[in-house]
């Protein structure tokens, strides 16, 4: 290799803005979170679910913190954009998921939900992304969201651990379990199909602060 060149990986470092790192940090809480989940599912030790839990807030505060820094250094990029939709995925869509998952949400009909409802968090950060330019109309930042913005989840998320906190998972899950057929649906789930709903919803729309 010449020495006047320079490795791939030098180059993607120097395409890295501040704000990124912190929407990393996003990214990282989310994968801990997933695991916190694990661990819990695992031992059924409750401080791992609470970890778990502890872990949405704080990507949501990363999540803020990443756009508040990008628009105060005028450092926007696609690169960013791309970054931040593929951390809230992990954070607010995949990570809850896992939690109820932990929780008892186990049934054949949960699984079902629970990927519809990450499967729309996908969808609406996707529908974002390519219309970001249109609805910004020219400004810094877009006006409004079309549809409740996918870090809303993390409201799903501390009535887990409140559920928790009373003892109510598992088999003392909230709401119960019906047998639908072959699979059982426990009715707690639906709040995850509502919220999914909401995020792809084309009628509703919320300024971005």
């Not at 916190?36 to 609470?50: D, E, K, R, S, V």
């Not at 799903?156 to 003892?167: D, F, I, K, S, T």
């Amino acid at each position: 290799m010449p020495t006047s060149a320079k490795p791939r990986h030098f180059s993607m470092l120097r395409d890295f803005h501040l704000a990124d790192f912190f929407t990393l940090g996003n990214a990282a809480c989310g994968v801990g979170s997933v695991l916190f989940a694990m661990l819990y599912m695992q031992g059924q030790q409750l401080a791992h679910f609470y970890a778990a839990a502890a872990l949405a807030p704080l990507a949501f505060f990363f999540d803020v913190l990443d756009g508040r820094i990008a628009r105060a250094r005028h450092q926007h990029s696609a690169l960013g954009r791309e970054l931040d939709s593929l951390a809230d995925i992990i954070s607010f869509g995949v990570a809850p998921a896992a939690l109820a998952f932990a929780a008892g949400m186990q049934g054949g009909w949960d699984a079902i939900v629970l990927g519809y409802f990450v499967c729309c968090g996908v969808s609406r950060l996707a529908r974002f992304n390519v219309t970001a330019e249109s609805l910004s109309a020219g400004a810094d930042k877009v006006k409004y969201f079309e549809g409740t913005p996918i870090p809303t989840s993390v409201a799903l998320v501390a009535v887990l651990a409140w559920a928790a906190w009373q003892g109510q998972v598992g088999a003392q899950l909230y709401g119960g379990a019906l047998q639908l057929g072959p699979w059982q649906l426990h009715p707690f789930v639906l709040l995850f199909a509502l919220s999914g709903s909401l995020m792809i919803s084309k009628t509703i729309r919320i300024p971005k602060i």
